[in-house]
């Protein structure tokens, strides 16, 4: 599932590919998503030039010239790639591109999705803030108002375990299991503590090591677990960067003790019970 340092390398990708592109026609093959596509979609995008490239948490703002933005969240297992002209020209099953758009210097921007459970929205530009997927979010983990004492405070009273804490996108905007995972790992906290009995200076290497490892795998271009692939069809190269996730009964490379794997909030969660208290 992407999460923040798949979309932010994304859309770094796109800011430099397709920046300044018009679309010159859009194609729905398949407009069932997680939602339904509108229907004017197509019509709505048409002759529009791609103004800028935008990230809020897990989704990509696609800014698009006459104050439109294009809304999209990539799911589980969506890709959108920049195909033709030296861009991706990689075997993607062509039944999964549900939306393509065609663009002025020939090349196409494709959405693939084989479960999809992605979304793409047309939203008045002003209004973005106020549109559901985007009002409730919490601070951007890689900005400011993320910091040590801001988290200390949302924990106090809480006993929801601190990676559910830290995964809930009204706290923290962004962070995902994987990287939920390796942030406490880092942080030698264990991910089933009750977020009340997390100090202040855990609180700080959490953030600490948050931003940090969510840094890094912007990179690194991201994780690829499974699926996830960027515009050019290329995997994120930070999955040989993980500590814990994934690796349930294999080794810590700190104290050499089985990675565990709990499961907490219906996600799997791992953790070295030697290192994190
Ligand atoms: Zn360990």
């Keep these: 599932m992407p999460e923040l340092p798949e979309v932010e390398s994304l ?21 069932r998503l997680r ?6 979609f197509t019509r709505m995008v048409a002759g529009r030039t791609i103004d800028e490239l935008r990230r809020r948490a897990k989704y990509l703002l696609i800014d698009l010239s006459g104050e439109i933005t294009l809304l999209a969240h990539l799911g589980m297992s969506g890709s959108l790639t920049h195909r033709g002209a030296g861009f991706c020209d990689e ?19 494709v959405y693939n999705d084989p479960r999809r459970f992605g979304l793409l929205k047309l939203v008045p530009t002003a209004q973005l803030d106020a549109v559901a997927e985007l009002r409730e979010l919490g601070p951007e983990p890689l900005g400011p108002d993320f910091n040590a004492e801001y988290l200390f405070q949302r924990a106090r009273g809480r006993r929801v375990a601190i990676k559910n804490l830290i995964m809930d996108q009204r706290i923290v905007a962004g962070i995902g299991n994987i990287y939920a995972s390796e942030a406490l790992f880092a942080a030698h906290v264990r991910p089933g503590r009750a977020a009340q009995r997390v100090t202040r200076a855990e609180a700080a290497k959490i953030v600490e090591f948050s931003r940090a ?3 890094r795998a ?7 677990f499974r699926s996830y ?23 810590c490379y700190v104290c050499g003790s089985p ?9 799997a969660s791992f953790y070295c019970a030697a290192c994190q208290h």
């Design 35 to 40: 939602r339904r596509v509108a229907g004017d």
């Design 11 to 31: 859309r770094r990708l796109l800011a430099e590919s397709a920046r300044g592109r018009r679309i010159v026609s859009a194609r729905i093959r398949e407009s």
């Design 259 to 267: 990675i565990k794997n709990r499961v907490l909030g219906q996600r």
């Design 213 to 215: 490892i969510l840094t």
């Design 229 to 251: 692939r960027d515009s050019r069809g290329l995997p994120g190269r930070f999955a040989t960067d993980l500590q814990v996730y994934g690796r349930e009964g294999e080794r």
């Design 91 to 109: 075997d993607f099953d062509p039944a999964h591109d549900h939306l393509h758009f065609q663009l002025d210097d020939g090349t196409a921007l």
């Design 218 to 224: 912007i990179g690194s271009g991201g994780t690829t």
